[in-house]
């Protein structure tokens, strides 16, 4: 088990087909439901699994910074086999804690829906199972933080490939007469299943709660929470930015401009999720390199990870270059809801995002919150600015998303720069160590 979790071959494959898997059942599922619930339907869907990332949200960046401690506590302990009693509990914390807001957020919603504030009939109860399912990504995010902290990058990726296999399944049984309900009630238990295969693993690399453990990792998430700041500006802003559009679409009551950005966002994630690929099978190798103050550790794992997000970078071009008007048409049912400017829109975002989820990725490893979530603030200035501007000058959909685009590219530029900044600075750092050594030897000391 030991050798597998450190096998680069293995989880760069799991990545792979996990990528895969996930582009395949977004499109099938919104393939699916335009044919058997509609347009309009559909619409709402997206509406609501964008409320649902508003409550995965109340992560802040929480996660991220557990991520950083944790490895950083393993890097430095590595004859330990057990995480030490506080990184248990902050853990077991964390994760009880996501699943309480989960569970409120869900009743929050079923009330809502009970009072008749949302007029969501016929397909009230299926909509509630899928935002449950939905929001099982927030205790899910921190389970899987803490296992891949002690090199178990493997086996979570592994919990993922059956969780996707098993929803892809389910949405497939669809088109041979499963209803919508009955779908929405078995994706709700499959996530919650992966979630219990995650808490078996968390048990295996060391997590394991005890009596007291909850009391304790509060007085250690207060703790953390206090410098926190940084890091929950960034995973504000960031959020913001990706998902914005939804609301201010949904204000206008364009269903189309919905569905057409709900495509623009399906796609352009799709192109994030091959991207970590690369990025996360390279990250234990450039976290190593940070901390053992490599610089040229760190350049030789980043380009690896770019060279492998450059040949899906490219194949995704190539296809909604030459077959993007009829594959959206195909899954939408309609011919003209994505525009050629919006693809040609979707091809520039495909580069951009390959710039900054390289960056993104190792940069959040290591801890450089700071130095992002300043960066993040400029573009989101950026994209407030264009979202003014398209209220003020009536802005069509294909405007907003080329202005997006421009914004986000001079984002994704801010990132690299900063990840430039850290190289050159561990390089400086190993000049100043290596020239005492050499004044010694010059002068006959040594």
Partial sequence: MNRISHSSLA?????????ALTAISNFVLAYVLVRTIG????AVIASLLAAAALVVQSDLGITGLTFFKLRSHYLSEADRDDASQDDQDLVATIVTLYIAIGVVSVMILAATLAAGLLKVAPHGLAYLLIFAGAVCALPRMALRVAVNARDGFVWTEAVDLGRRIALLAVTLAMLLGLSFVSYSAISLAIWVLSIAGLLWLARLYGFTPRPGAFLNGVRLLRNEIRGVGATVLLSLTDFIISVFPYYLLAAAGDATAIVAFDMFYKVTRFAVMSYLIGAETVLPQQTRAVHNEDAAGLARATAKGVMIGLMPMTAGIVAIALFGERLFGLILNHNAIVSPVMRIAICAMFAFMLV????QIVLIGVGRFGELARRSCLTLAGM????TLMVLLHWTIDTFIVAYVIVYGAGSVLYAECLYSLSSSLRNKSAREKSPEKLQVGTGEI
């Fill in 11 to 19: 989880l760069f494959t799991l990545k792979g087909v996990n990528s």
């Fill in 39 to 42: 347009l309009n339907s559909y």
């Fill in 356 to 359: 900054q989820t390289t960056c």
């Fill in 384 to 387: 407030v600015l264009i979202s």
